[in-house]
């Protein structure tokens, strides 16, 4: 494995999230709100995109991870698919650039077949030129699901381990699809609802969750400085007991 796993091994603790998850909720709410189509939210959530990766960068956070399409909102309508991929599409096209002048690389993980070719060869084409960036990565789960990448995970395990029946955790690590980060630190859900919706489940093992009420257009870095003070009054003990900590911080 590249990185700790939080059930192998006790991964070290910085008062700044290395690494922070967000579900990215509320944005029709946001505009039915303002008597506008869920559309309008959609686009207004994209500047939230922008704000919170330029937040990120500015903490300190070396790993973002958003949730911006899972594999259960193509049972959304018809015409708002239609257009959440229209938006995809154009913040590919107008964002890259930036994010690479300012050393942001992008990956897009999930099940990427079902989305159209040029969509496909546009997530193929940022990714491939922002590789080698290394100040903050951006990951975009779209046509995620946590439960879809635990099944991949171990069909490819089993692909590379011909005839064995006996598997161990670090060897179905390194075919996640998030093989290349560490583990969240903290998971943001905003928009009021308090689950975790099929995302990252094998990943957010010891993650620390926080939920607010706020709706994703209206999350901006004020919002992200509140979760990571609530963030920061955690214990993060990882089976130890309270005790354990205190002793291990004398030691140091």
Same mark, same amino acid.
């Given at each position: %494995?590249?990185?700790?796993?939080?059930?192998?091994?006790?991964? *070290?603790?910085?008062?700044?999230?290395?690494?922070?998850?967000?579900? %990215?909720?509320?944005?029709? @709410?946001?505009?039915? *709100?303002?008597? %506008?189509?869920?559309?309008?939210?959609?686009?207004?959530?994209?500047?939230?995109?922008?704000?919170?990766?330029?937040?990120?960068?500015?903490r300190g956070v070396e790993y973002l991870t958003l949730f911006a399409f899972s594999s259960e909102n193509w049972r959304r309508p018809a015409d708002e698919v239609s257009l959440l991929? @229209?938006?995809?599409?154009?913040?590919? /096209?107008? /964002?890259?650039? *930036?994010?690479?002048a300012n050393g942001i690389r992008l990956k897009v993980i999930g099940d990427l077949g079902r989305f159209d070719e040029k969509l496909q060869d546009l997530i193929a084409s940022a990714e491939r030129r922002t590789a080698n960036n290394a100040r903050l990565t951006v990951t975009i789960c779209a046509n995620y699901g946590g439960r879809w990448d635990i099944m991949q995970a171990v069909s490819k395990m089993?692909?590379?381990?011909?005839?064995?029946?006996?598997?161990?955790? /670090? /060897?179905?690590?390194?075919?996640l699809a998030m093989a290349y980060a560490p583990e969240p630190d903290l998971f943001i859900r905003t928009g009021?609802?308090? @689950?975790?919706?099929n995302f990252l489940l094998w990943q957010l093992a010891y993650t620390e969750f926080y939920f607010t009420e706020t709706y994703w257009p209206d999350f901006d870095g004020g919002a992200l400085d509140d979760a990571i003070a609530s963030y920061q009054q955690r214990e993060r003990r990882f089976g130890r007991t309270s005790q354990q900590l205190v002793e291990q911080k004398k030691a140091s």
């Open positions: %494995m590249t990185h700790t796993s939080s059930t192998q091994a006790i991964p *070290k603790v910085s008062s700044v999230p290395r690494h922070i998850a967000i579900i %990215m909720d509320g944005n029709g @709410r946001w505009a039915t *709100k303002r008597y %506008m189509p869920r559309v309008a939210g959609h686009g207004k959530g994209v500047e939230a995109v922008r704000t919170i990766v330029e937040a990120c960068v500015e991929m @229209r938006l995809f599409v154009t913040a590919l /096209e107008r /964002e890259v650039s *930036k994010m690479h089993i692909k590379a381990n011909p005839g064995a029946t006996d598997f161990s955790e /670090e /060897e179905l690590a390194p075919h009021g609802e308090e @689950r975790i919706s």
